[in-house]
């Protein structure tokens, strides 16, 4: 598992990018950024919606509800025209932020010990 406060900071940024590949439901995308990190991020629903309804209320996703084949409709998000500016946006910031650390790092990125 990653540490909770680089968790915290990309939540955002991972969910925007993942609406910019196609509208989701709630359940999804934990399955997703979960298959994504290959387990390293699991979020609980009580960190997942309280996020998706902030970036509702910024305008940045839409959402509307979807009949389901196996049960009740779904509620389904989508990112907006506002959301695909935001998410440009975002995307500079971390790739600035990247940079930054390849340069302190170097461009291996290798934590492994030398012998």
């Given at each position: 598992m990653l540490p909770k406060a680089l968790i915290a900071a990309s939540l955002k940024p991972i969910m925007l990018s993942?609406?910019?590949?196609?509208?989701?439901?709630?359940?999804?995308?934990t399955q997703r950024v979960q298959t994504?990190?290959?387990?390293?991020?699991?979020?609980?629903?009580?960190?997942?919606?309280?996020?998706?309804?902030d970036l509702e209320n910024r305008g940045l996703v839409a959402s509307f509800w979807q009949p389901s084949e196996s049960g009740p409709a779904r509620k389904y998000?989508?990112?907006t025209v506002k959301g695909?500016?935001?998410l440009e946006?975002?995307?500079?910031?971390?790739?600035?932020?990247?940079?930054?650390?390849?340069k302190l790092w170097g461009p291996d990125l290798s934590l492994?010990?030398?012998m």
């Open positions: 993942l609406l910019a590949e196609r509208d989701m439901y709630g359940y999804e995308i994504l990190s290959e387990g390293k991020i699991r979020w609980a629903a009580s960190k997942l919606y309280p996020v998706l309804h998000y989508r990112l695909q500016g935001a946006k975002t995307k500079q910031d971390w790739l600035d932020l990247n940079q930054i650390l390849v492994a010990p030398s």
